[in-house]
């Protein structure tokens, strides 16, 4: 064994799996993870840049390990991922005890630079994107956090440019992997015993445009359905101006595709919408959904929304309350904006003071509290699909997800881990449902 790693992965589900991968490489050339930074000789942080928090956070905790570095030099500590995108450079100049910087197409090379750094005794910094490479550049990692649900990246970066992301910045443009690839990759999972897929990509329902002769999102759904084995399919996520025809009839005909999307609205303001650059407007979203619910009727539906966008009125703000009222989403994920530099909004006037960002953030999550509740108490006393995933955090109890992606939690022995089983719905609470199994 050449020493143990360590990473701490900050973000999306994205950013875990590509921390799954680099783990992957790391054992791959000699190395075994540990969660134990203290114990480490290689300490990644893998990092998200979508919010200026996050960012903030990852300097923090770089300033942190500056006396574990000057109390032992020989560890290796390294930035990769949305951060190591953006700053480049700028990390080595502002932490001089961190050794690596990789970029968002990079860290397929993690164990390359690893080697470098240890040869050389000097930093290294590589954030080029690369897009003459088919991405992601992978074997499969065996699924580290489950063995019953793995995610497969079909598609990476973003040509959407909203005005207030990052991301096409700092993950570059889309590329989809070969639909060949993506399959293949499935079979061998479900080989392994997995039963939940779930598809990845900053914009999955635009899959395979930039590929000439690529099939579509949904004909990839339609041929990953078909695969023997496969009991539930997901994706994240996907942008309301690319739910097409073909997709929405997909949601009517395919039985592993679960009742289940999440698709984020950002506001309920035309107004808001254009400068955000969403490309639709209010009207043509809510008709997606009425669309979507109509060939799946019981289709849980969440959300993504920004409060504060530089310019957003009262008005504006109402109309985003009066979508939620309108759609009755099942759950809310709901952000105050923040200027999140190259991205075009932060030289938009009429930036809104923090106290009424934080206001509106409080409002729009307390008028939307009594909605999820409602739909989930809507579950009590009805018998419900769970497909049993972790232990649960009290005592013996297991957590599961429904198809609609709700957490259920059950008293069940360990053994029935992996098991889909049928559960009976007893209390809803906040953010769980507990229930009695069934069967
Ligand atoms: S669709 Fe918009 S919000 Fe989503 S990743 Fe692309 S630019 Fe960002």
């Keep these: 064994m050449k020493g143990r790693f360590f990473i701490q992965t900050f973000g999306c589900q994205m950013n875990v799996h590509d921390s799954e991968y680099m783990a992957f490489l790391l054992e791959a050339n000699g190395y075994r993870q540990t969660n134990n930074p203290k114990e480490a000789n290689i300490i990644l942080l893998n990092t998200c840049a979508v919010r200026q928090k996050a960012e903030e956070k990852v300097y923090s905790l770089l300033g942190r390990l500056k006396p574990l570095k000057k109390k032992r030099p020989e560890v290796i500590i390294g930035v990769t991922g949305c951060v190591a995108q953006k700053e480049g450079q700028r990390i080595l100049e502002r932490m001089p005890h961190v050794d690596l910087v990789l970029g968002t197409h990079q860290f397929y090379r993690i164990a390359e630079f690893i080697e470098t750094v240890k040869r050389e005794r000097q930093q290294v910094c590589c954030t080029e994107f690369n897009y003459q490479l088919e991405p992601p550049q992978r074997v499969i990692p065996l699924p580290r956090q489950s063995q019953v649900r793995a995610y497969v990246t079909i598609m990476q970066g973003c040509n959407n440019f909203c005005t207030y992301c990052i991301v096409p910045y700092v993950r570059g443009r889309e590329i989809s992997r070969k639909s060949q690839d993506v399959i293949e990759e499935v079979k061998r999972l479900l080989d392994m015993g997995i039963k939940e897929v779930i598809l990845l990509g900053q914009n999955v329902n635009s899959y395979g445009k930039d590929r000439k002769g690529e099939i579509s999102f949904a004909e990839l759904l339609r041929r990953i359905d078909k695969l023997p084995g496969l009991k539930r399919l997901r994706f994240i996520t996907s942008h ?200």
Excluded: W
């Design 240 to 439: 309301p101006k690319d739910i097409s025809e073909e997709l929405i009839q997909a949601f009517g005909e395919l039985e592993s595709l679960c009742e289940y999307i999440h698709l984020p609205a950002q506001s309920g303001s035309d107004r808001i919408l254009k400068l955000m650059n969403r490309k639709y407007t209010r009207s043509e979203y809510l008709r997606k959904i009425e669309a979507l619910r109509k060939v799946r009727p019981n289709l849980a539906i969440s959300t993504d929304l920004i409060v504060g966008f530089p310019g957003e009125t009262e008005e504006d703000f109402k109309q985003t309350l009066s979508l939620l009222k309108e759609v009755e989403y099942d759950t809310i994920f709901a952000f105050k904006y923040s200027d999140r530099p190259p991205a075009k909004a932060v030289n938009f006037k009429g930036k809104i003071p923090e106290d009424v960002k934080k206001e509106r953030l409080e409002e729009l999550l307390e008028f939307q509290a009594p909605i999820t509740q409602r739909k989930n108490q809507a579950l009590e006393g009805k018998v419900v699909e769970v497909l049993l995933d972790t232990n649960s955090k009290r005592g013996n109890q297991l957590s599961g997800r429904t198809r609609c992606h709700r957490v259920v939690n059950v008293a069940a022995p360990k053994q029935l881990i992996g098991q889909i089983v049928q559960v009976k719905i007893e209390e809803a609470l906040a953010h769980s449902l507990r229930g009695r199994i069934i069967n």
